[in-house]
């Protein structure tokens, strides 16, 4: 049996966000970001050293081979390290990756995050390369921003043009936070985050507001989260999101990722909120909603959102946590 490494990470959800390339190569972020590692919510992903001259990665999400252009920096980038710190001069790798998530892919869950997080440990793994978590973040971010996050369990930053992302707290440090995600629909997004960014970077007259707004929210974020404060920190998130979509609403064409379901479940945590409940919307790359709440209020807000005519009994809702970093193993050896 030949050998494979088996990894596993979990998306990390923004609360203040990443939206904004750097100029330039390297995939840096124009804006700070502040998050959270959903555990309960996993990616899982299989890697192979391809066979000897193959010269090609493959990889399969979800049972579909991917176009390889959005993987070719990460890839690229991987063999440049094994080159600089092996001294022998033989064949560089290549992978065979097959990964599967328990969520939907592309849809705005994060799935970029968890995926090339599993990607990064898996493939350094294989080609039999240790990498500090750091470098194993700087590698991720190559793939998607919000990745270089997903190599951290708990609360994490990842600062504007940062290479890598940290932990600022562990999970245990709020045990109670939940994160109900609410799957408006399970269709692939009609426009990729990357794509969406470059729109409003090239045609928002708010973006460069949005860059300014962002650096100065965070630091009322940090604080309360350091506090453990739901209201205040979901004001932050509720601002965050808000002006991130502003600034891509008013991109030209514009993006606007808003599905029926999306505003409904909006409108409820504002009543929720006003009756006490705490409810503390934010949205990402995609129509779903994402709620910040306490584990005793998570079965009435489940509730409330059933009885929503634009998302039905059936609506598909996951419960997340504050979550642990990946974890590897290694089979066939
Ligand atoms: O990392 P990407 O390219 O998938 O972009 C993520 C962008 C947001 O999810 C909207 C915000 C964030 O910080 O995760």
Same mark, same amino acid.
């Given at each position: 049996m030949s050998r494979e490494v088996v990894c596993r990470a979990s998306p990390s959800l923004a609360l203040v966000k990443y939206w904004g390339k750097k100029p330039g190569?390297?995939?840096?972020?124009?804006t700070p970001s502040l998050a959270v590692t959903l555990g309960g919510i996993t990616t899982e992903t299989r890697v192979r050293l391809a066979p000897a001259h193959g010269h090609t990665d493959t990889v399969v999400l979800n049972g579909q081979t991917q176009p390889p252009e959005r993987f070719r920096p990460f890839f690229e980038s991987l063999r440049r390290r094994v080159r600089r710190r092996s001294s022998a001069q033989g064949d560089l790798p290549f992978f065979d990756v097959d990964s599967r998530n328990d969520f939907p892919s592309a849809a705005g869950l994060a799935s970029s995050s968890s995926g090339f997080a599993a990607l990064a440990l898996g493939c350094s793994r294989a080609a039999g390369l240790e990498l500090s978590v750091r470098e194993l973040s700087a590698l991720a971010r190559l793939g998607s921003a919000s990745a270089a996050r997903s190599l951290f369990g708990g609360f994490t930053l990842l600062p504007a043009g940062g290479r890598s992302a940290r932990q600022?707290?562990?999970?245990?440090?709020?045990? +109670?936070l939940r994160i109900l995600v609410v799957?408006?629909? +399970?269709?692939?997004?009609?426009?990729?985050s990357r794509r969406a960014m470059e729109a409003t970077r090239g045609s928002s007259p708010y973006y460069r507001a949005w860059l300014r707004d962002a650096a100065a929210l965070l630091p009322r974020a940090l604080e309360a989260l350091r506090r453990r404060d739901l209201e205040a920190l979901g004001e932050a998130a509720l601002v965050s999101y808000s002006r991130m979509h502003a600034a891509m609403i008013a991109a030209g064409p514009p993006v606007l990722y808003w599905l029926p379901g999306t505003v409904a479940a909006i409108h409820e945590c504002r009543r929720l909120r006003a009756e006490g409940i705490g409810a503390w919307e934010t949205l990402d790359a995609g129509p779903q909603v994402k709620i910040l709440c306490l584990a005793p209020d998570v079965a009435a807000i489940a509730e409330r959102l059933r009885r929503l005519p634009e998302l039905g009994p059936s609506v598909r809702l996951l419960e997340a946590r504050p979550g642990e970093g990946p974890v590897c193993g290694v089979t066939g050896e």
């Open positions: 190569r390297g995939n840096r972020p124009a600022l707290h562990p999970p245990q440090h709020w045990p +109670e799957v408006v629909s +399970e269709q692939a997004k009609p426009i990729s």
